[in-house]
């Protein structure tokens, strides 16, 4: 195995000024205006109600965000990587369904467990209830940890976003040299001695992108931190926005939360130097697993079940129950229009993002000069800003363009044009194609250059055109990505809370939002069916990514 260093970073092909390189442009910077106003007000001068956030909150919101950070990065290292490495690399019963099963907290959004928990764990839940009903202790006669504080927020995030330290973990553990192992194994060190001296140095970089991925997950949270009433960033924006009615201090919090992310982004970049580990032999083999010893694998059992069974199994057997205790009054016409709306934005959002997608794609293959793929890069850069600061920056501009353009209309015809834009399905499925193109992006991306370019040459040269290469080549080949791209988009959309709640047009309810809502006001039961139908939903991606792992998998060499 050798370490590669990689310092290209752009093509250098020349830039072609016709259409399709400008379209691309122009849709990146159309994409990029959000991220831009809102850095923009770095440069205003503190305000009163700035300096006043400053004095009384601002301390508490960078310590709690740290704090939290901390406390998931701590959560998902531990889950990810141990159960990456287990079933990876050793051998006990149960092993290959933790494989795909691991994946499944990835469906369930961090505010539903935090929900679920809440109802299980707190006073009037049905664990301490008991545990008064055996022992006869009442209120204040014992101790037990409190649900609702930044360690149970930091609980209910690690459970949910492990997986993506688990998922990349795994890829670079199953990737790794045999020859290297086998080295090892020959020095006569066991599985815990090769996993801390070989495996856990050479899959660094990978875990470090998924902990950076769990990071800005973590940042981007708006409803566990706000339930379990942790003041972070994302909330003191809520508060300084609805609470204050300030924009421009809304925006710098935002600007703000921005820098760390991108300071999130580059230490993950900076971290692996564009290094990449590649095999120098041709010499592929079976991995030989470790076989474990009863009590090895029972405790690697006891693991890979805890993680699946706190993160998964148990939040979405009590939103079942709830569902079922509640049935008659929840499943009303009103439940019905909620499915309608969520469907409907989250089918015109990845509709519209699968389009975007791929435009930009074939711009980027067709003519893939520096700027064309700088533009594309930024398009795709959408996914790592919290949907709080987009959807301020989304705001800000639209607003402005609303009240600019009715001012004209009244000075020029003397009649009100109103909101065009603000308040809108138009603002709220723009901001979803800012935040969730990337994930489109990155698939058709990928599918795309599956497809060889020499196919189009011999295309071209039996005289087909391009557009019917496109037609009757590349969307045959690019069915099962193009089907991929449009579900994860789609699920991402149904669960998106903070930019909905921002954006959403008045009286105007989704899946999400209800969900939000019943439990804010401590109506568990009731906000189950909407949760349960998200989870429900969310589990599709999961089954796809659990296949296209599995499928991989049986073609690799042996």
Excluded at 113 to 132: C, E, K, N, S
Excluded at 190 to 209: E, Q, S, Y
Excluded at 214 to 242: C, H, K, N, P
Excluded at 463 to 484: A, D
């Amino acid at each position: 195995m050798q370490l590669i260093t990689d310092k290209r970073v752009l093509p250098r092909l020349p830039f072609h000024t016709n259409g399709w390189s400008m379209g691309v442009i122009s849709i990146a910077l159309l994409l990029a205006v959000p991220v831009l106003v809102v850095l923009s007000y770095l440069l205003e001068p503190a305000g009163e109600v700035w300096e006043h956030l400053a004095d009384t909150v601002l301390q508490d919101y960078v310590i709690n965000s740290l704090l939290l950070m901390v406390g998931v990065a701590i959560g998902v290292l531990l889950l990810g990587v141990s159960t990456a490495w287990l079933t990876s690399m050793c051998q006990f019963p149960g092993r290959w369904l933790f494989e795909w099963a691991l994946l499944l907290p990835m469906a369930i959004p961090a505010y539903i467990i935090a929900y679920t928990y809440t109802g299980l764990f707190d006073f009037a839940g049905p664990v301490q209830t008991l545990l008064r009903e055996l022992t006869g202790w009442g209120y204040g006669d014992y101790w037990f940890p409190e649900i609702r504080s930044i360690e149970g927020a930091a609980l209910m995030l690690a459970l949910v976003l492990y997986p993506y330290v688990y998922l990349l973990s795994r890829a670079a553990f199953m990737g790794q040299s045999i020859c290297v192992l086998d080295v090892s194994r020959t020095l006569g060190n066991g599985p815990w001695r090769t996993f801390f001296m070989v495996a856990l140095p050479l899959a660094r970089p990978a875990i470090v992108a998924g902990l950076s991925l769990a990071l800005m997950e973590t940042l981007a949270d708006y409803g566990t931190v706000q339930y379990f009433g942790v003041s972070t960033f994302t909330t003191g924006i809520f508060r300084t926005w609805y609470g204050l009615n300030n924009a421009a201090a809304a925006a710098q919090l935002s600007a703000m939360l921005l820098l760390v992310v991108f300071t999130l982004i580059l230490i993950e970049k900076g971290s692996r130097r564009q290094a990449r580990y590649h095999h120098t032999t041709q010499r592929h083999q079976s991995l030989t697993r470790f076989q474990l010893t009863r009590l090895q694998s029972f405790m690697a059992f006891m693991i890979c079940f805890g993680a699946l069974f706190f993160g998964f199994l148990l939040p979405a057997g009590q939103l079942l129950w709830w569902a079922l205790t509640t049935a008659e009054e929840s499943l009303d016409g009103r439940f019905l229009s909620l499915i309608s709306h969520s469907l409907l934005l989250a089918a015109s959002a990845s509709g519209l993002a699968l389009l975007l997608a791929l435009f930009l794609s074939y711009g980027k293959r067709q003519y893939g000069s520096w700027p064309v793929v700088l533009a594309v890069r930024t398009a795709g850069m959408g996914y790592a800003i919290p949907g709080t600061v987009i959807a301020i920056g989304v705001m800000i501009p639209f607003a402005a363009f609303d009240n600019a353009l009715d001012d004209w209309m009244r000075a020029q015809f003397g009649w009100s044009t109103g909101l065009l834009l603000s308040g809108t399905l138009v603002a709220l499925i723009f901001a979803y194609l800012v935040r969730f193109l990337a994930v489109s992006l990155q698939t058709v991306e990928a599918g795309l250059g599956k497809i060889r370019p020499t196919m189009d040459e011999v295309a071209l040269s039996m005289g087909v055109g391009s557009r019917e290469i496109i037609h009757r080549v590349h969307m045959p080949m690019l069915k099962g990505s193009l089907m991929t791209a449009l579900l994860l988009v789609f699920v991402d959309v149904l669960k998106e809370l903070p930019a909905t709640l921002i954006l959403r047009p008045f009286n105007y309810n989704t899946l999400a939002v209800r969900a939000y809502e019943l439990a804010s006001d401590e109506r568990l039961a009731d906000a189950s069916y909407a949760s349960l139908t998200i989870v429900a939903v969310g589990i599709l991606p999961v089954i796809l990514l659990s296949r296209s792992i599995t499928r991989s998998r049986h073609a690799e060499p042996t």
